[in-house]
């Protein structure tokens, strides 16, 4: 790899597009004083991306880009490209070529280019630390700057040497596995908090879980219980219903066949039998019978009467009549008495006294009639007689129609007291066949009374057993809720259902209150929740602190690794910078010996001791003071003849012959691609300036050299020569000369 090309733009006082092209081992720029020189080795240093002004000799940006001058109008934006070969693939990338171009503008922008594609600076950066060129590297030595590594601490003069040995990529490498220490650190920091804030929880949730398991098992049982009980319950249930709706549909049937029965009975005790037809016609017979006897003893009576008439008529007949005898007929006498009779006894139950006068007034008159009668009659014996006769034949004739009234009558009495017998007869049986009645109806009724407690005794029943069916179903809700969909499996439960049904129903009574019991304490403990939320927050949790846990014992582990990295690295980077040093020390020594004419230089690794700095005043005590040591690099010469120690003691030009010795060794000791030297020989005389030469030659095998001088001895190494020259325009202007000129120019 080597640099072939440099383009340099607007850059300082390139105003115009200057191309150098660096194919030689050797370059040099020569020219006057403030011609430009020393701004191509800054334009080195931005292109490859220096972002401090100050080494390039700048307070602002904006003093990189040409500032203009009398003639010339300002530019807006400076530009570098440097080309490099890259045919052995130095850089890790697949091209011949790698341009890399850095551009800023007024408005302080950079903008940055790799083969001519936008990159950021960190890609810049990466690549060029890939073959160890820095910004501000060991390989950029600017003017006056030679010495710098003299005039450094011992510290800052370490970090230059490990700079120079590419040892840098070590400390990067360690910063960078300390960031990610700390960033691992602080990531494990965070999982035990994260840990720590998440162990009550588990512990909570685990005593959760417990609870949960702990339900779970009486769950079980819970079901174990509910399959025997859900099942005895339904075998019993299922025949309690049957039997209640046949003993119900047989009560129905007796209490309809005894309620007809009754109503059949009832109408029969119903019947009044003294209101019957039949009593009827034996209460009409009976008057009847009793109208037909009285009316036969009145007709005997009659007949006496006209007996007793025919015989006193005959006793008269009989008897030898007297002329003054009046003959008064039986009949007319009867008849007067019976109407005086008569008309005297309503007289006597009167109270009436004009009535009764009038009564006594008529009995006179018919008395006086009968009297007058009597004594005024006259008639022949014979005549009377006859007429007596007569009047016999007629009471008999009389008395014979009576007799035979009399004859019918008693017929007729006869006829009628059959019919009352029979008719009695006929109620009398009637009487009787209502007594049975009475007497099924009384046994009926209390049959129905009977068949209707039962009936309400089994409504009752039923009704208590569709509260039993009610709480069976309820039962079944509620042991879901706690058990699932599990309880609808008691009917699998097997069961001798006969000897069930002959089961004290307080052995089931027995299993519902241990279930009770244990639903309680299931509610107790879970409450209505399954507890799966429990479990699964549970398991989330704890697969997360297991995660957390993971993490944390990975993070420990890349830790660890870490910090064994890091070891390692520094002891590399130990290793490395002592073998360096030693490797340096040796080259030092020769090239010191060759320019001084003999004497000796080496670098030594110093180690000074620091006061730590304590976090806290009040615990500070002296004796706890700490101490660490700091590795620094001391530089100790011996110059021949004389007696001289310390740097400080040397000339002008014996430093600069020293920091070359020490540049020149360090450089051979780990070659820079390209090294950039800008009047490093300023100071030297002519003897050494070709001591100088012939350490150019002999770094050029190693490192493409860059060198910027005003030294013939130095010029005449190199294989191409830039001149650079500034007109009154103030732009730096490039040409390429011989020898001959250059020698001629840098006079
Ligand atoms: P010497 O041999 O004395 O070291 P040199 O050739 O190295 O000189 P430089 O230091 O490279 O010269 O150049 C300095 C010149 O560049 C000065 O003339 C300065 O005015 C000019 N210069 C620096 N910055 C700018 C700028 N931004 N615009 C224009 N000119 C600039």
């Given at each position: ?166 040892l840098k990529v070590y400390h990067w490498k360690i910063a ?69 709706h046949t003993e119900k549909q047989e009560l129905d049937v ?494």
């Open positions: 790899m080597r640099v072939k090309s440099l383009e340099i733009s607007g850059f300082k006082s390139f105003a115009r597009k200057s191309v150098f092209e660096f194919g030689a081992q050797v370059s040099s720029i020569v020219g006057p004083n403030g011609s430009g020189k020393s701004n191509v080795a800054e334009a080195l240093r931005f292109v490859l991306g220096e972002q401090s002004l100050k080494s390039m000799r700048g307070k602002r940006t904006e003093d990189l880009i040409f500032n203009g001058s009398k003639t010339v109008e300002r530019q807006n934006r400076a530009k570098v490209v440097i080309t490099f070969d890259n045919r052995d693939r130095t850089f890790p990338v697949d091209f011949d070529e790698v341009s890399i171009a850095r551009e800023i503008h007024r408005d302080a922008s950079s903008e940055y280019f790799l083969n001519g594609s936008s990159v950021r600076l960190k890609d810049v950066v990466e690549l060029l630390a890939s073959v160890h060129i820095g910004a501000s590297g060991h390989h950029i030595i600017s003017q006056g700057e030679a010495d710098r590594i003299l005039n450094a601490t011992p510290r800052d003069r370490r970090a230059m040497i490990e700079d120079a040995l590419g960078e596995s300390e960031k990610k220490l700390i960033k691992t650190e602080q990531n494990m920091r965070e999982s035990e908090s994260l840990r720590r804030e998440i162990a009550p929880h588990i512990k909570f949730l685990k005593k959760q879980v417990e609870k949960v398991e702990q339900a779970r098992s009486l769950r079980d049982e819970l079901m174990e219980l509910y399959r025997e009980y859900l099942k005895r319950e339904e075998v019993y249930l299922s025949y309690t219903r049957t039997k209640l007796s209490l309809r066949d005894t309620s007809e029965a009754l109503t059949k009975a009832e109408s029969l005790r119903g019947h009044n039998v003294g209101q019957s037809p039949e009593n009827t016609a034996l209460l009409d017979a009976r008057g009847e019978l009793g109208n037909a006897r009285r009316e036969r003893d009145e007709l005997g009576r009659k007949i006496g009467r006209l007996e007793g008439m025919i015989e006193m008529e005959t006793r008269r007949l009989d008897r030898p009549v007297e002329s003054a005898d009046k003959m008064i007929s039986a009949r007319e006498s009867e008849q007067l008495a019976q109407g005086l009779y008569e008309e005297l006894g309503y007289a006597e139950s009167s109270e009436d006294y004009l009535y009764i006068k009038g009564v006594v007034s008529r009995t006179r008159a018919r008395v006086g009639q009968f009297l007058e009668h009597l004594r005024g009659g006259t008639s022949d014996v014979d005549t009377r007689r006859e007429e007596s006769k007569k009047e016999i034949e007629g009471l008999k004739d009389e008395r014979d129609a009576l007799i035979r009234t009399r004859g019918e009558l008693e017929n007729t009495i006869t006829q009628l007291e059959v019919r009352v017998r029979e008719l009695e007869r006929v109620i009398e049986s009637k009487r009787a066949e209502t007594t049975d009645a009475e007497r099924a109806s009384f046994e009926l009724r209390a049959k129905n009374q009977e068949l209707t407690m039962k009936l309400a005794l089994n409504h009752d029943r039923t009704e208590h057993f569709t509260r039993e069916e009610v709480a069976f179903r309820e039962e079944i809700r509620e042991g879901g809720i706690l058990v699932g969909r599990m309880i609808q499996e008691y009917p699998s439960f097997s069961l001798d259902e006969g000897a069930a049904l002959l089961e004290d129903r307080m052995e089931q009574e027995g299993r519902r209150k241990k279930i009770e019991r244990i639903k309680i304490r299931l509610e107790d403990i879970m409450g209505s929740s399954s507890g799966e939320d429990v479990m699964r927050e549970y398991e989330d949790t704890v697969q997360r602190d297991e995660f957390l846990a993971k993490e944390l014992e990975d993070l420990k582990a890349s830790a660890e690794s870490l910090r064994v990295l890091m070891r390692e690295l520094e002891e590399t980077l130990n290793e490395q910078f002592k073998d360096g040093i030693t490797k340096i020390n040796k080259q030092f020594s020769e090239f010191f010996g060759l320019m001084f004419g003999g004497g000796t230089a080496s670098l030594q690794v110093s180690y000074e001791k620091k006061k730590k700095k304590s976090d806290t005043e009040i615990l500070e005590t002296p004796d706890e003071d700490e101490e660490e040591s700091e590795e620094g690099i001391e530089v100790a010469v011996h110059l021949p003849h004389k007696k001289i120690r310390g740097l400080q003691m040397l000339s002008g030009g014996e430093r600069a012959l020293t920091s070359i010795a020490l540049l020149f060794a360090v450089s051979q000791v780990n070659p820079p691609p390209f090294l950039v030297l800008d009047e490093t020989d300023a100071a030297l005389d002519e003897a050494n300036s070709r001591k100088y030469g012939d350490m150019i030659e002999n770094l050029a095998k190693y490192s493409q050299l860059i060198v910027i001088t005003h030294n013939r001895e130095t010029m005449s190494r190199a294989n191409i020569i830039y001149g650079v020259t500034m007109g009154a325009d103030a732009i730096s202007k490039l040409l390429s000369i011989k020898f001959e000129e250059a020698a001629q120019m840098a006079k």
